[in-house]
């Protein structure tokens, strides 16, 4: 099948599971990768325009490693009633930014006939 079959995958990214199409661009949890980097993701499964759903152990998602950012500072303020005692906390998290490049579909190799 044409790498234009496929309408989506859905993929496994940080323990998340997201819904992509070519050309997106998805949020996910900081990657061990360069910024600039193809990366391949674990695909659970691909919907294509003509034949319905397929395994995803049959299709290949490359993404490039668009950048690195940190999310939204999260504050948590602790405090003791009756005392002075106060303390606020941050933490922002680390993400990466993906582009999906390609989703394509292996070709299925045909058995070759025994004796």
Do not use: C, N, W
């Amino acid at each position: 099948m044409k790498d234009t079959d496929v309408t989506y995958a859905v993929v496994r990214v940080g323990g998340q599971q997201f819904k992509v199409s070519k050309g997106e661009t998805i949020v996910v949890d900081r990657v061990a990768a360069d910024e600039g980097k193809t990366i391949a993701l674990d695909v659970l499964a691909v919907r294509t325009g003509s034949a319905g759903y397929d395994d995803g152990a049959k299709a290949t998602v490359k993404a490039r490693v668009a950048g690195h950012v940190l999310g939204d500072k999260i504050r948590v303020g602790t405090y003791k009633p009756k005392s002075t005692f106060k303390k606020t906390r941050g933490y922002r998290s680390r993400l990466s930014r993906l582009t999906i490049e390609s989703i394509t579909l292996r070709a299925e190799k045909e058995s070759k006939g025994g004796a």
